[in-house]
Each structure stands twice: as structure tokens, then as C-alpha cells.
């Protein structure tokens, strides 16, 4: 069964930095993209970044560029967002997904439970 | 700021259909496939459809999804108080090099 169980949320001051983690399972991990996607409170679903199965490429929404980076370690079938430079905008529920991407194709099949982050003071 | 067109509120008696359409431009949905998702509240998104109109095991095919040029639609037949959620479409966009959401639709089972 494929799992993804993201951590690290919490309560930032803005212009601050946090970690977010997602611990997959259940599958190859080594050998899909994943993306992060976001949520803010009442609002709908943005996607925030995505990277490749080996870690070469990674693309980013234009709000998050040159803040956020996007990582993974396939020893540790793990995925992470580096989120710098918060801003109160950036508050949200953060999605971790199994992302499916081919020429033309992309979606995502497998979702993480979330983890809330919060910027402010 | 969604670059797919949704309606923001649908509604239909239980057993009627609810058809949410998704208005996009060619750099998106004219061009690449289009998926949908279903949220309840308080949970994360699960895909309901993928590649336009193909069904994830489990998922009843009440469930609908197609495309003509750079519009798509999710049906839902046979409504169900269980429906009752929020729906997005979803694609990528080649111009921006990145997935895009829909505004997203919420279906009320009056």
C-alpha cells in the first residue's frame, strides 16, 4: 500500500525558514516524480514544486522561486521542501504526492495527509 | 491565481446528473492530458480521473471525464449525498512549466 506521511509544519515568523518532510512507502520510490502541493486556509489547491526521480530537475510555481527548494533522498525514500523567506501567503496546508508525469501526462495518484504551516508573528 | 476556469458552485437532487466543466487555453488543457480530484473537507484531494477520461481502481464509473479543444467536463451521474465535495481539474501548462489547478467546484446534493 502506498503511504506518504508528511511532517514538519508548524508556526513560522515571516521572513523565517522551515523544513517539510514526506516519508514514502509502499512503493518504488527511487523511480517517480514527486511534487508538493499547497492549500491555503478556505482556499484552493495550488501546486507548489516537483522533482524528478533522480533529483536532476525540479520546476516551481512562480510565487516560490529562489524560496523554496525542493529535494529527495531515494536511500531514505524520502522527499523534502526547504521553505526560506516565509511570507503570511505562504500559509497553508502543504500536500505531499506521487506525482505521474510523462510527455503530455501529468497527475497525481497517491496523497499525503498534509502538514499545516503558519506564518506569523 | 488559477489559470483553469471552474464554476464555483454546482447542485443537484440525489439521482440527477451534475456536469463541472474546466475552461483552459492551448498551452494547458489544449495540449496536455487533464485529470480531477475530489476533497472532502478536512482531507486531502484523491484522484477521480487521469489522462482526461480514464478511471482509478475503486472509482465508480458514475464518474465521467472528457475533452474537446481546451475545455474539459466531469460528470457525475446517479448523485449521491456522498458526493457532496469539492472538485478541481487539474493539467499541465507548458508556458509555465508547471501543473495548474482549477478554481474549483463545490457539489451540493440538495
Known amino acids: 500500500e502506498v503511504q506518504l506521511v508528511e511532517s514538519g509544519g508548524g508556526l513560522v515568523q515571516p521572513g523565517g525558514s522551515l523544513r517539510l518532510s514526506c516519508a514514502a512507502s509502499g512503493f518504488t520510490f527511487s523511480t517517480f516524480w514527486m511534487s508538493w502541493v499547497r492549500q491555503a486556509p478556505g482556499k484552493g489547491l495550488e501546486w507548489v514544486a516537483n522533482v524528478k526521480p533522480d533529483g536532476s530537475e525540479q520546476y516551481y510555481v512562480g510565487s516560490v522561486k529562489g524560496r523554496f527548494t525542493i529535494s529527495r533522498d531515494n536511500a531514505k525514500n524520502s522527499l523534502y521542501l526547504q521553505m526560506d523567506t516565509l511570507r503570511a501567503e505562504d500559509t497553508a496546508i502543504y500536500y505531499c504526492?506521487?506525482?505521474?508525469?510523462?510527455?503530455?501526462?501529468?497527475?497525481?495518484?497517491?496523497w499525503g495527509q498534509g502538514t499545516l504551516v503558519t506564518v506569523s508573528s | 491565481q488559477s489559470v483553469l476556469t471552474q464554476p464555483p458552485s454546482m447542485s443537484a437532487a440525489p439521482g440527477q446528473r451534475v456536469t463541472i466543466s474546466c475552461s483552459g487555453t492551448?498551452?494547458?488543457?489544449?495540449?496536455?492530458?487533464v485529470s480531477w480530484y475530489q476533497q472532502y473537507p478536512g482531507t486531502a484531494p484523491k484522484l477521480l480521473i487521469y489522462e482526461n477520461n480514464k478511471r482509478p481502481s475503486g472509482i465508480p464509473d458514475r464518474f465521467s471525464g472528457s475533452k474537446s479543444g481546451t475545455s474539459a467536463t466531469l460528470g457525475i451521474t446517479g448523485l449521491q449525498t456522498g458526493d457532496e465535495a469539492d472538485y478541481y481539474c487539474?493539467?499541465?501548462?507548458?508556458?509555465?512549466?508547471?501543473?495548474?489547478f482549477g478554481t474549483g467546484t463545490k457539489v451540493t446534493v440538495l
Open positions: 504526492a506521487r506525482d505521474i508525469l510523462q510527455m503530455r501526462i501529468d497527475h497525481f495518484d497517491h
Open positions: 492551448s498551452s494547458n488543457i489544449g495540449n496536455n492530458y
Open positions: 487539474g493539467t499541465w501548462d507548458s508556458s509555465l512549466s508547471g501543473f495548474v
